[in-house]
């Protein structure tokens, strides 16, 4: 008998791997909608930023080369409203104001938030409280609260006169003499708003390790000392970025002029952005306006750019 010839097996062919489709619950059709979603989000912000911010500064710009009047045609008037504004009697106070108001925000209202972000850190009991307090002014609306400060500023009845009555010291003009008002005003912006950055101050001053301050205690620094050493360099960062903030902030003031001097008294607190106001509101001056707010603009960049280059320099070197 032969034997029966074994039936070798075919090779098998290859098939290449086939994609499985996308389920409904899978990983990556999931991240495909959140990133779908997270774009529509992000294009809402953009189409609000372009219509609320981009096109009315570029539409500035534009009319600041024209002679605009609401209702008219526009036509080109190249440079002339620039040359209007730099003559103007009131530039050159408007500037020296707001840049003495800068300065004087920075030295008053700059350090007092700082110090008061180091006091409440201090606290060990009803800190909630005190932020409160710090924080109440932020949350009282700009106008009610210069109208407030107006009342208080007032030669005759105001609170800040009778108390100083009270004390057998001589009163103030306040808002009203030209030597004191913009002082008065930049007690009243720093009043106003050094809630907010009180608060950003404290989260910055409670990320710093408590083992460094530990360490300075054991090596015997004092409480100047472990400021200088450790609180100022551990936030040096946030210090920096408020400080351009602010600086751009007080730049733009407006509503304590506004609503406490109207300007006055003979041109001692009118700001740039009050001049802008008048042109646009009380000369019918679009085309002027806009020019005066395109140097504003021109300014600010320009020292937002120097100044944040200069300290991303300076934090290279350390």
């Given at each position: 008998?032969?034997?029966?010839a074994?039936?070798?097996?075919?090779?098998?062919?290859?098939?290449?791997?086939?994609?499985?489709?996308l389920?409904?619950?899978?990983?990556?059709?999931?991240?495909?909608?959140?990133?779908?979603?997270?774009?529509?989000?992000?294009?809402?912000?953009?189409?609000?930023?372009?219509?609320?911010?981009?096109?009315?500064?570029?539409?500035?710009?534009?009319?600041?080369?024209?002679?605009?009047?609401?209702?008219?045609?526009?036509?080109?008037?190249?440079?002339?409203?620039?040359?209007?504004?730099?003559?103007?009697?009131?530039?050159?106070?408007?500037?020296?104001?707001t840049?003495?108001?800068?300065?004087?925000?920075?030295?008053?209202?700059?350090?007092?938030?700082?110090?008061?972000?180091?006091?409440?850190?201090?606290?060990?009991?009803?800190?909630?409280?005190?932020?409160?307090?710090?924080?109440?002014?932020?949350?009282?609306p700009?106008?009610v609260?210069?109208?407030?400060?107006?009342?208080?500023?007032?030669?005759?009845?105001?609170?800040?006169?009778?108390?100083?009555?009270?004390?057998?010291l001589?009163?103030?003009?306040?808002?009203?003499?030209?030597?004191?008002?913009?002082?008065?005003?930049?007690?009243?912006?720093?009043?106003?708003?050094?809630?907010?950055?009180?608060?950003?101050?404290?989260?910055?001053?409670?990320?710093?390790?408590?083992?460094?301050?530990?360490?300075a205690?054991?090596?015997?620094?004092?409480?100047?000392?472990?400021?200088?050493?450790?609180?100022?360099?551990?936030?040096?960062?946030?210090?920096?970025?408020?400080?351009?903030?602010?600086?751009i902030?007080?730049?733009?003031?407006?509503?304590?002029?506004?609503?406490?001097?109207?300007?006055?008294?003979?041109?001692?607190?009118?700001?740039?952005?009050?001049?802008?106001y008048?042109?646009?509101?009380?000369?019918?001056?679009?085309?002027?306006?806009?020019?005066?707010?395109?140097?504003?603009?021109?300014?600010?960049?320009?020292?937002?750019?120097?100044?944040?280059?200069l300290?991303?320099?300076?934090?290279?070197?350390?």
């Amino acid at each position: 008998m032969t034997k029966t010839a074994e039936r070798r097996p075919e090779p098998e062919t290859a098939v290449p791997p086939v994609a499985a489709p996308l389920r409904a619950g899978s990983p990556r059709r999931r991240r495909l909608a959140d990133q779908a979603r997270a774009y529509a989000f992000l294009l809402g912000g953009l189409v609000c930023f372009a219509l609320f911010s981009w096109y009315p500064a570029i539409r500035a710009v534009v009319i600041a080369f024209q002679e605009y009047t609401p209702g008219s045609k526009p036509e080109w008037a190249g440079t002339a409203n620039f040359s209007r504004v730099l003559h103007d009697p009131e530039f050159s106070a408007a500037w020296r104001n707001t840049l003495t108001f800068t300065l004087l925000a920075l030295l008053i209202g700059f350090a007092i938030p700082f110090l008061l972000a180091l006091v409440l850190n201090e606290l060990r009991h009803a800190k909630a409280f005190f932020r409160v307090v710090v924080y109440l002014p932020v949350m009282i609306p700009p106008v009610v609260s210069a109208l407030l400060w107006k009342w208080f500023y007032d030669p005759g009845a105001g609170l800040a006169n009778e108390v100083l009555r009270l004390l057998h010291l001589p009163t103030s003009h306040w808002s009203n003499g030209t030597d004191t008002a913009l002082v008065s005003l930049v007690i009243v912006a720093t009043w106003a708003n050094m809630g907010g950055t009180v608060l950003v101050y404290l989260a910055a001053l409670q990320s710093i390790p408590g083992e460094l301050y530990e360490a300075a205690e054991l090596d015997g620094a004092n409480l100047l000392q472990r400021v200088r050493h450790i609180t100022v360099p551990q936030t040096r960062f946030v210090i920096l970025m408020l400080m351009l903030l602010q600086i751009i902030a007080t730049m733009q003031v407006f509503t304590e002029p506004f609503v406490i001097t109207g300007g006055g008294p003979e041109s001692a607190t009118v700001s740039v952005l009050y001049l802008i106001y008048k042109y646009a509101f009380l000369y019918d001056d679009f085309g002027g306006a806009c020019a005066l707010s395109v140097m504003l603009l021109v300014l600010l960049g320009a020292f937002s750019a120097v100044y944040l280059r200069l300290t991303r320099s300076h934090e290279g070197d350390l």
